[in-house]
């Protein structure tokens, strides 16, 4: 497994954890950092072993406190694009993967770690966490795709109170307007987002993958384009030996043994 300056890695049999690890700077997502993501979903992609990602981050304070505001600061309109781009890439290349990426909001997700958790599939947050987009207090907007995935999130005007307001709000408030799935206690959030993630991972793999790209690509496109999608993505599944493996084993009264073929 590679080595990274920001990220740890570790595998727990199918599933992946990447940890943003900058704990120092409660794990802001600097140029280099989002750099060694791109690498890191690069690598989970092409790893046969892996099938779902867990991210999450290092220490007990920040999931991600934001972009790293020290290297924002001296940012031109035109590095500001380039930024703004990178990180464009980043969220698209998650929300697109193929495996379902799980954020385990452990701590602060503020700015681009709220946008970085938004980007996964599915959201499970400590109870003490906290989430928002604090960037018109910085004289900016966020830049990482948040204006446009919260407001699809929660709905226009409750996005545009919190990005008015830049105030985080708590976990709780979060699970409410359901932009985090599932909230555990702080000292479980680990096992209960390995456990969510262990029970991903046994189910079948192209038809998780089609589920992933039916909704993400069907989102943007019209409702005929969309359907038209879904029909493709579903005969495709019945070309697999698991769609045969999972019919037979509901006949035969027994647990389906997916293979991912
Ligand atoms: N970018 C760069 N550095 C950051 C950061 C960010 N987004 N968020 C935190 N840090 C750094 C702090 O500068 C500090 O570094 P230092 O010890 O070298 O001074 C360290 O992380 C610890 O943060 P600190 O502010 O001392 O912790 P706190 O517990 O008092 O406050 C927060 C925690 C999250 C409320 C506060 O750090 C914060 O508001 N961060 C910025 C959030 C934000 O605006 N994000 C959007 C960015 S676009």
Known sequence: MSSYENLKISQHGAVQRIFV?????LN????????????????????AETRVVVLTGSGDKAFVAGADISEIQS????QAQDFAGHGHALMNKIQHFHKPVIAAINGFALGGGLELAMAC???IAAD????????????????????????????????????????PIGAERAYAL????????????????????EKLA??????????LQAVNQGA??????????????????????????????FLEKRKAEFKGR
């Open 21 to 25: 690890n900058r704990p120092d700077k």
């Open 220 to 249: 943007d496109l019209n409702m005929e384009a969309a359907l038209n999608l879904e029909v493709n993505l579903f005969a495709l599944c019945c070309a697999t030996e698991d769609m045969k493996e999972g019919t037979t084993a």
């Open 202 to 211: 046994q189910l079948a793999p192209i038809a998780v993958s089609h589920i």
């Open 121 to 123: 599939h599915l959201r």
């Open 128 to 167: 003490t966490a906290k989430v928002g987009l604090p960037e018109i207090k910085l004289g900016i907007i966020p830049g990482f795709g948040g204006t446009q995935r919260l407001a699809r999130y929660i709905g226009r005007s409750a996005a545009l109170n919190l990005m008015l307001a830049g105030d």
């Open 75 to 78: 940012l031109s309109p035109s």
């Open 28 to 47: 802001a997502l600097n140029h280099a950092t989002l750099t060694e993501l791109h690498h890191a979903f690069d690598a989970a992609a092409s790893d």
């Open 178 to 197: 359901g932009l985090v799935h599932r909230l555990a206690g702080a000292d479980e959030l680990e096992t209960e987002a390995l456990n969510w993630a």
